[in-house]
């Protein structure tokens, strides 16, 4: 299939997930939260970057009314490794208060990011919250966190593609791929 092969600017990026592939799992997990939250107001948290062009197709594949924040948080210094040190780099612009809030990140690695998430959206008075992750790496896990709904659970490798980086590049690939080269510099 064509979307098995890397695209031409991206030579070290091995495809893990393509397109078709990366839709048709979007499609089911929008259907399951469509159901799920069937007559309930739903607001929608996505957080940036990483999880921007993830929640950009998610929320088109659930088939309810629904509001769309968006929260900056920072959790890697540079390169492969986490610093531990997660930060809120722009809020929402609206309260969350007495929101039914569905947290969309890119990748659960530690559970550092989504732990600390969810512990400021208890103190913001949410009235509910569920995770949704494109991707688990649950080998990783420091904190014990929940995802209520998940894309695909990996290997510990890293990834990179559909808004995932490595030090802010390659977030456009159109695919999650695994770097297995050292980009040219
Ligand atoms: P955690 O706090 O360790 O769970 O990491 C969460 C964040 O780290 C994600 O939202 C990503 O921004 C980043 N991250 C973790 N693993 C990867 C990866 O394989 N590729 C790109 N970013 C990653």
Redesign the pocket.
């Known amino acids: 299939m064509a979307e098995d092969f890397p695209v031409s600017w991206a030579p070290g990026v091995r495809v893990l997930f393509g397109q078709a592939t990366l839709a048709a799992r979007v499609a089911e997990l929008g259907s399951r939260i469509g159901a799920d939250y069937a007559g309930q107001p739903l607001t929608v948290l996505c957080?940036l970057k990483?999880?921007s062009l993830f929640t950009a197709d998610l929320v088109r594949a659930i088939a309810l009314p629904l509001q769309l924040e968006f929260l900056g948080v920072a959790?890697?210094g540079s390169g492969?490794t986490?610093s531990g040190e997660?930060r809120i780099t722009s809020d929402t612009g609206t309260p969350l208060h007495d929101r039914d809030v569905l947290v969309v990140?890119?990748?659960?690695?530690?559970?550092?990011?989504?732990r600390f998430l969810l512990q400021a959206l208890a103190a913001r008075g949410c009235r509910s919250v569920r995770t949704c992750a494109l991707l688990d790496?649950p080998s990783?896990r420091?904190e014990p966190v929940t995802v209520d709904y998940t894309g695909f659970v990996v290997e510990d490798?890293?990834?990179?593609g559909y808004g995932?980086?490595?030090d802010e590049q390659w977030r456009n690939l159109p695919f999650v791929g695994v770097l297995e080269s050292a980009p040219p510099s």
């Open positions: 957080v990483g999880a959790s890697y492969t986490s997660v990140e890119d990748i659960v690695d530690t559970g550092l990011t989504l790496k990783r420091v490798r890293f990834l990179v995932l980086d490595l």
